[in-house]
Every structure is written in structure tokens, then in C-alpha cells.
């Protein structure tokens, strides 16, 4: 049979991930001739031979690509054969700076590979804490530039052995060009550090302390992939109490890292998508039911009814926790939401106070990244925080662009995002920008993640709000600006993920966000598409007094929702007795009175005060703290069993008013109907009004999608009801997946319709 010679191009991401050797491996096999390299665009293979064994090359590349490949597309040309004898060969990349625009992977978790070296006293990586290769290890948090070879990360500080070397260069090595390749001879090495920074011992020797420490209930600094984790053993009450204690700030939960499936079984309820999500390479920390009797201590995550498990993900966590051989706190090395402490010195500054002492290495992080958090939901899994081994992965945008667009984000969870020829790429979440050290990496996040994809913004896209330090930037930069209301921008982030490009109606539930009335929005039904939105409807208008001590306190919105339902006596609603001083309450609702505080539609709020009126706490030490307890105390009651009161929220000329609910929850609170009975009412009644409002005006526009977005739909039993009701009518309902539905999506919405907009 004649040879044919084909012309492939493959696009996604596709390097960094072993690609040319797979291609290589398949074509040797397959008897191909010609050649595979790196370019601007991707992959690029030139192939000659039998058509039949063409044919299989084509099919592996499409349906059995490496494992860390994103393929995104792969086109085919047929040129004329040029009769070239020989072997398949892997060309150099053609660089002159052209591999810039081509994505840099996400961090993996070390593969089963590297495990079994790591494990294995005979192979030369025998408990080697930085062993990786092709298929795993670190990379978007050791880049440091374009294009993605070794002198461009960290690993530039470390020269290769010979033994390292020769894998790196054989194109059969699941090591070739694997960058971060390194082995105890010439790689990182770990040093154990006292809480002053002195350096007391290394390698092997370093991980023993650190193990021993941890076992007799020390608190550890522990250098990971993104930053440092603390980490105390948590099944260890004492030790779980003393690390709250020295971070000294609030009662936000704790992640623990198990080491397998048994153990994960051990704490919590795991459904499948939990299972998948464990297991997965990207190694998200997984939000997930407590069983009864769990043998985690009670200060692991105070009140809450889950907790966040999740997997080793380097091989220095598989030794720590071998050697520990109990779960592990794992939590962020930072104080509030600061980012994560990611340099050396910075650690020991910050940390030492803190700690017993310092697991550390010298394989410098240069983009920090907090873990990602992940639960499920409404039959699938649900990005929390979308960060390390999801960032900086592009999404597809589904339109053409004309104008490279830089989006800055929203003020909390702060995220930021560019656009490249149609895709979207996001940050690591960055944190809440009032930090100062979280405005320092966000910074360098502006800088950072449009020099890594060769994008010089043309287009600046902000929030409404004219406070935001964001807004603020976004106004510095000396390029066109687009504005983006708070609430669209979650509805596009939403719309993005789905590739949807019609009109949908949306529901954007949140704490708070700028409306272009100067009100604090949050409770919006929208009719919208990138190119605009109208606001259809909205919760009714309450005051919000004190700002943000409302959000501190519950209790104020208590008393607000309470006034609004016409109980206007404080001393009634139980507030005073619970450690408020009466005093304190009357000069509220004296204010509240005077009309004094901003209006706001935030359904967030209401649920804070619902959760207050219900006996959940009245101050709160993170956002949302009290309406996470009321979806808690609601999960006594199966659903099918919850009352509905959905006639007593009222929808009239574009308002919806749960006053006449929050009356209702009072005088049956106070006739002794149990809290969780009515916590169980109050979400079936908001879940069933609202849905009933976007469904009648879907109907009316002729809409066929509803997407649920904003903060508030991270309260699963909320979404649930919601999605039955709309599923039931025969409309699409569409929610956050892999965009997280609070602030952390904002910067995708906001860079889709800033770039929609530019190319019209
Ligand atoms: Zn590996
Ligand atoms: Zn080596
Ligand atoms: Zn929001």
C-alpha cells in the first residue's frame, strides 16, 4: 500500500504533559516515519506511512491522549509524501519566544508511578519527598515565565545528575523532559527548622522530627506545593484546641488529609462524586457529611455539619502521614484571608511565633496557591474555591473575541482573569483584597498571569462598586474600562461554564453587591446575556444598619426583618437575653427607625436573620457563619418531610417580600415549634417562591434556561429545592460547576462581557 504523509495539529494543553513522548512511543510502535514538536499553537506532528496505522495514531491522540492533557482540538491536512526513510524523531521546540501563548498545566498529585519508586528500598528514589515526573508533580506554582522549560521555573536552581539527566533527554523515559525532574542526589532537599529559623537538620532526618513532633500533639509548618499548611494530628483534641488558640482569630474550619479511602470512609459519608473527587489528581479538599462518632476532634470545624477531606498530593505528605499514621489538620499558613504563606523568610516571620517548627525545603514557590475546595451537589461536584490543580486551566468562551480583556475581580475571594483569543483564564483565588499582603498578591497576580499567556490587556474590566480596591486599580491602568454590575458578572461566569449564548433568566442570590442605584443588591432576579441584563425583579429592600457590623452581627438583620414583619418590640425576639446588651439593641432599632443604614436586597442577610431568629449564633466570626448553621440545623428535617409557608411570600409589581415569612417563623417559634422544623420551612418557602418567580417569568420572555448564581447557592439544600421545582416545569437549570458561584467567579463574568462587548 502507497504511504500517506498527514499534517496533525493539536491544540489545548498539551505540553509540560508528556505529549511528543506519547506521540513518539505510538508512532516508533506503529513503524510511522516523520516528526512531532512543540509550537505556538500546541502539538504539531508531520507523519508518513501506512493510512491505516495514520488512522490509529489519529485515534489514541483523540480518545487515549496522556494523562495531564487537555486536548482541545486536533485538525488534519494531507501534504505529499516526501518517501522518507528513517525513524520518528521529537524536534527541538521552534522557540524565538513562540511557545509563549501555549498554557502552562495545573499542579498534579504524584502519580502511582513516582508512589511505587518512593516506596520501593531498592529504587534510587527510595523515600525521595520531591519525586515526580511527566505525568505528576508540580507546575503552574514553579513557573516563572514562558515558554515552560527548566530555566523557567524554579528547578533552575538545581542542576541535574547524570541519572536524572539521562532520563530527562530519552524520549522512552516517562521522565523526558519532565522539568521539575529532580532525585535526592541533585533535587530539593528537606530542612527542618526551629521556630526561629535555624536549621536543625535535613533530609530523612528533618521528616523524622517533624513526625515525632506531630505525634506528641506539635504544631507544624509544613512547605507544600502552593505554601505552607499547618498541620497538628487531628484526631488530637488538645492539639487541634492549642492550634486555634496560637492563629487566634475565628472559628473557620479545618481541612484533614487522610491517606486513603478507608480512612476518608472512617470520617465522613462519601458518596461516589465525593469518592471521584478524593481520588482525582487535582486533589481538591472535599466538603463532605460527618459521621456520628467520627474520631476527629470537635475543633477540627466547630458547629458544621461536614468536613473538608482531602488526599496527599506530593510525596512529602505521603511520608508525613505514613509516618504520623493518623489524619492530619492541614490547614492554610495564613491568618483570616491573607494569602498563604509561600516564602521562606516570610514563614518564619510570620509562622514562628506559632509553630514548634518548620517543615521546610528549597524548591522556592513562586505563585502561591491555597487548596481548591470542592462538594457535591445537586448530582454533581461544585468548585468552592477554584485554585491549585484547576488554575490557571482556560475555559472555552462561546464567542469569538476581538480585544485581549484583563477582568480584576470583586473585593472578596478575589480572583482575576484574561482573555486569549476565545478562552478565559483565571488565578489562583487570591483572598480579600483589604489584607495588605492579599493586595500585594493580587498584584502580582496582574502581573504574573498575563505575562505567562503573552496577553497585553487592551480592556480593563472591573465591579460597579467605586470602593473596591480593584475598581480602584482597574481605574490606574490607563486602558479603556468596563464597568460589569455585581450580579451579572455571576450570571456570565455561569452562562461561561455551560457555553450557553442565549438570554437566561437568573436568579443571583448573595451577600452583597454594588447596584447601579447605589443600593447593595443581593437578592436579584435577572433577565440577561453578555451583552446586558434588565433586573426583572428583587427581594424587597430592607435597611443594612451599621454596614458591615451587620455582617459581623446577624442580630442587627434580626431585628431588621423583625421590624419589617411588624414586630417592632427587640425585647421579644429573644435577642437581649443571648449575651447582647439590651442596650445595645435599642440603639439599633432606634436607628433602623430613623431610616438610618443603607437599603439593601442581600437574601444572604435574610438568611442571617432567619438563622438568629432561630437561635443560631448572633455574632459571627467569618461570612455567612450563621446561615451555614441554619442550613445545618434544616438537615434534621428529610425533605420531603419540610412544611412549605410559600404563600406568605408574597410577589407583587417585581418584589418579592418575605416579611410575612419571617412573622410566621417567629410566632411559631414562639408557640414551640421546633427550630429545625422551621429552618427546614424557611429554605423549602424561599427555594419554592423564588423558583415559581423565575419560572413564571421565563414563560413570559420565552426563555428556556435558569441559572442558579451568587453566594447563597453554595447552601445546598437551597439549590436543591430550586432545581427540583424548575426541572419539574421542563426549564434547564444551570449551576456553578466548575466556576465557584461566589465572588471567586466574578473576574470570568466580568471578562466575558467586557470581551463580548468588544468584539460588536
Ligand atoms: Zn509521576
Ligand atoms: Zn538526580
Ligand atoms: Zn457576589
Redesign the pocket.
Known sequence: MPATRRLIRVTGTVQGVGFRPFVYRHATALELTGSVRNDSAGVFIDVEGEPARISELARLLVEDPPPLASVGSVTFEDAEPLGRPGTFRIVASDDAGSTRTVPVSVDTATCADCLAEVDDPADRRYRYPFTNCTNCGPRYTIVLRVPYDRPSTTMADFVMCDACRREYDDPQDRRFHAQPNACAECGPRLTWRAPDGAARADGDEALRIAVELLRSGGVVAVKGIGGYHLAVDATDVAAVRELRRRKARDDKPFAVMVRDLADARQRCDLDERAVAALVDPRRPIVLAPRRAGAAVAEGVAPGLPDLGLFFPYSPLHHLLLAGVDRPLVMTSANSSDEPIAHDDDDAVARLGPIVDGLLTHDRRIHIRCDDSVARAAGGHLQLLRRSRGYAPEPLPLPFPTAAPVLAVG?ELKSTVSVVRGDEVVTSHHIGDLEHLATWQSFRQAVEHLPALYGVTPEIVAHDLHPEYLSTKFAFDLDLPSVAVQ?HHA?VASCMVEHGRREPVVALAF??L?YGPDGTLWGGEVLVADYAGYERAAHLRPVQMPGGAAAIREPWRMALVWARAAGRSDPDQLGLAPAGLDATAVHAVADLVDRGGGRPTTSVGRLFDAVAVLLGCRKHVTYEAQAAIELEALARAVDRDDARSFAEDVPFADGVLDPAPLVDRIVEERARGIPAAVLAAAFHESIGLATARVAHDLARARDIDAVVLT??VFQNVRLSEIVVRELDRSGLTVLTHERVPP??GG?SIGQAAIAAFGAGR
Request: glycine share 46%; net charge negative.
Open positions: 470583586g455585581h455571576h448573595d451577600g453587591g451568587g453566594g461566589n465572588d466574578l
